[in-house]
């Protein structure tokens, strides 16, 4: 798909669900792809009986990864301009994911969004913005 001027205006919402249930395996095959091995990610003991959390988690690049997906899902490959986000909290195996993107601003060549992926008790675990660029 790629987003086109008409298609759009400022409060225009689009939702996609962008993980079902995370697997243990899904996150380890993040920490593969991406090299990042920390303990934290990939080893339960070290991750409940040295750093004290309940069991291991997401890596937050993982959990962008998967919300920039969902953008490039709406606006199209190669269409995204700009994309930032922050981290507000951690994504755990069995979590199911929701992003919501906003259109905040409309421009002749580009639009802006609100990005928020949140978990599925409602708590954002990412929120962001991003420019796209949009087709004529």
Sequence with gaps: MVLRRGDVEVGTVREAT???DLTRTQIVMYAGASGDYN???TDEVFATQVAGFPGV???GMLTMGM???ALTDWVGEGRLLSFGV???GQVWPGDTLVTTM???AVHADSVDLDIVTANQDGRDV???TATA???A
């Design 18 to 20: 962008v993980v079902d």
């Design 39 to 41: 303990p934290l990610h």
């Design 57 to 59: 988690f997401a890596h």
């Design 67 to 69: 919300t920039g997906r």
């Design 86 to 88: 922050q981290f507000r």
């Design 102 to 104: 906003t259109v905040t």
């Design 126 to 128: 990412v929120v962001g």
């Design 133 to 135: 660029a949009l087709e």
